[in-house]
Structures are given as C-alpha cells and as structure tokens.
T-cell receptor, first 109, second 114 residues
Framework: QKEVEQNSGPLSVPEGAIASLNCTYSDRGSQSFFWYRQYSGKSPELIMFIYSNGDKEDGRFTAQLNKASQYVSLLIRDSQPSDSATYLC?????????FGTGTRLKVLA | EAGVTQFPSHSVIEKGQTVTLRCDPI?????LYWYRRVMGKEIKFLLH????????ESGMPNNRFLAERTGGTYSTLKVQPAELEDSGVYFCASSQEGGGQPQHFGDGTRLSIL
C-alpha cells in the first residue's frame, strides 16, 4: 500500500528558531511533492511544492527532496507563533495525492 | 480570486438519511477532486473530474456515494443512505492543470452521522 509517513508531533520550537518537518514516502513512482499548512477547521493551504531533487526556497520556507532516500522535508526559518499549525505532506505520481497524517507544529513565544 | 468554496461547512444527520455536499471550484479550473478525512486518519482521495467527466473514482468507498459535476462547474457529492462510518471531513480541491500540479483546497464539510 502506498503511504506517506509523518511524525504526528507535536514538534515544539522557540520563536525565531528553525523548524524541520520530515516526511517519507513509499511509492517510487511519485513525481510531485507538496507541503500544506492547515489551521484547525480551515482548508489545507499550499506552502511549497517540489518536483526535483535538491532544495527549493520561497521566503522563510525551504523544501528538500531526496528521491533516492524517498524523503521530503520542509524547513521553516525564523519560526513565528503564527506558524503553529498542522503541516501535511503529500506525494503524487499523477493527480491523486497521497497524504500523511500531518505533523503538528507549535512555535513557542 | 475566490478560492474553493464548500457548502455546508457542517452537517449532522441521522443514519439512513441522505446528504448532499457541494463544491464550487476556483473559476477556470477544469480539474476537481474530492477527498475525505476520517477521524485520526490521513486525507484520502475519492475521485477526480475533468470538466464534467469522471476520470477516476477509484477512491469512492461504495455505491452509496454519488458525485456529479453537471456542466463542468460546481460538483455535488451525495451520500445515500448515510452510515455511521461516513462521518468525517470531506474536502474538495481544484487545479487548473491535471497531472501533479498543485491543488487548492476548500475548508471542507464536516459530516457527522448519528
């Protein structure tokens, strides 16, 4: 069964620190990888997507992909209390996303 | 630009009743997806429309679920008759392109079956 695994957390980091969120996937056919942020009762909000091995940076966020290790990560620099949310990792071979259960991040002021 | 909107935000019905969920995708998005999250589990794919055509309904749990997208705009997902295990949050997403392109999600409909 194709899966995406995430540590459920909570991951607690102090304000201003780097938060590191990790995800592994089992389907070697996966081509696209996504990070969504979800506040309670709200929609999953797209933060980053990455298709190629290596790093992709957008503001305070960096997505990292290692297809050989089947590993995706999201780094959040200068973490803010407003970053406290659940972060969902998803992989896709085509249009069908496979989600992890999410990691709850708590940024402590 | 309006995002993906879903209605209702919450629905509480009794077992055996019928419920219809609605999703309005982002304007111009031909691809529309339904997902579901049951308590404590991950979000799981239900089906995919391209315009009014169902491309993949492999994730639909059983024939009590019926999705439509007449005219290729909004979509409905009907559950008839509802069972206890249908409780969860139903998300709709849309994308301009298919394949592995980013999908934009609505806030979801929280469905509770009593």
């Amino acid at each position: 069964q194709k899966e995406v695994e995430q540590n459920s957390g909570p991951l607690s980091v102090p304000e201003g620190a780097i938060a590191s969120l990790n995800c592994t996937y089992s389907d070697r056919g996966s081509q696209s990888f996504f990070w969504y942020r979800q506040y309670s009762g709200k929609s999953p909000e797209l933060i980053m997507f990455i298709y190629s091995n290596g790093d992709k940076e957008d503001g305070r966020f960096t997505a990292q992909l290692n297809k050989a290790s089947q590993y995706v990560s999201l780094l959040i620099r200068d973490s803010q209390p407003s970053d406290s949310a659940t972060y969902l990792c998803a992989s896709a071979a085509t249009y069908k996303y496979i989600f992890g259960t999410g990691t709850r991040l708590k940024v402590l002021a | 630009e309006a995002g993906v909107t879903q209605f209702p935000s919450h629905s509480v019905i009794e077992k055996g009743q019928t419920v219809t969920l609605r999703c309005d995708p982002i304007s111009g998005h031909d691809n529309l997806y339904w997902y579901r999250r049951v308590m404590g589990k991950e979000i799981k794919f239900l089906l995919h429309f391209v315009k009014e055509s169902k491309q993949d309904e492999s994730g639909m749990p059983n024939n009590r679920f019926l999705a439509e997208r007449t005219g290729g705009t909004y979509s409905t997902l009907k559950v008839q008759p509802a069972e206890l295990e249908d409780s969860g949050v139903y998300f709709c997403a849309s994308s301009q392109e298919g394949g592995g392109q980013p999908q934009h999600f609505g806030d979801g409909t929280r469905l509770s079956i009593l």
